[in-house]
């Protein structure tokens, strides 16, 4: 069954800390996608980030890292140097390419608070 | 280039009354998806679509839930004969291709029902 954990449901920081946000993933397919949204305060989910089974590659965006490992099925989301524009809902969301092809499954969400 | 727009953006029914949302996906974009979003909640997938069909059903919450998709453009998600439970934001989205592709959401419709 296709499944998202995110096991953090809120986490709080002081501006400039750096924050990991976790996601683990269920999935029998062996082709699928892995994505993370941010959802600020205002309401509308904004693309991060997409990521393919067979990338494993880790990926650096200015501030933002994700550490994609299949060993642990996890992809994980790291702000480094937060900051309070970087409070919002984040969620990870998985598409299996085969068994439910055309559905997503999105996390629960963390929220995350920067702190001035 | 525009976004997935989405109206209204509120909607306030009674309960019993049925409403319409709409969904109006990125030009060129064939797959387009329903969630639903409780409040403090993740998102709740409801159906999607590639083109104008709709492979799978299987999130609509009940069969007072319907939704349609004409043109291979514009969506309608209907809930009949709405309920209180039914008071969430419904978000709608759209995909190049397909759930392996990005998607682009729109800014939800409000919906409460007193």
């Known amino acids: 069954a296709q499944k998202v954990t995110q096991a953090q449901t809120e986490i709080s920081v002081v501006e400039k800390e750096d924050v990991t946000l976790d996601c683990v993933y269920e999935t029998r397919d062996t082709t699928y996608y892995l994505f993370w949204y941010k959802q600020p305060p205002s309401g509308e989910l904004v693309f991060l980030i997409r990521r393919n089974s067979f990338d494993e590659q880790n990926e650096i965006s200015g501030r933002y890292s994700w550490n994609f490992q299949k060993s642990t099925s996890s992809f994980n989301f790291t702000i480094t140097a937060s900051q309070v524009v970087d409070s919002a809902v984040y969620f990870c969301?998985?598409?299996?390419?085969?068994?439910?092809?055309?559905?997503?499954?999105f996390g629960d969400g963390t929220t995350l608070t920067v702190k001035p | 280039g525009a976004g997935v727009s989405q109206s209204p953006s509120n909607k306030v029914t009674e309960k019993g009354k049925d409403v319409e949302l709409r969904c109006d996906p990125i030009?060129?974009?064939?797959?387009l998806y329903w969630y639903r979003q409780s409040l403090g909640q993740g998102l709740e997938f409801l159906i999607y679509?590639?083109?104008?069909?709709?492979?799978?059903k299987s999130g609509l919450p009940s069969d007072r839930f319907s939704a349609e998709r004409t043109g291979g453009s514009v969506s309608t998600l209907t809930i009949q004969r709405t309920q209180q439970e039914d008071s969430a934001v419904y978000l709608c989205a759209s995909s190049l291709t397909g759930s392996r592709d990005t998607q682009y959401f729109g800014p939800g419709t409000r919906l409460t029902v007193l």
């Open positions: 030009s060129g974009h064939t797959a």
């Open positions: 679509f590639q083109g104008n069909s709709a492979p799978d």
């Open positions: 969301a998985l598409s299996e390419a085969w068994t439910n092809a055309g559905k997503s499954t």
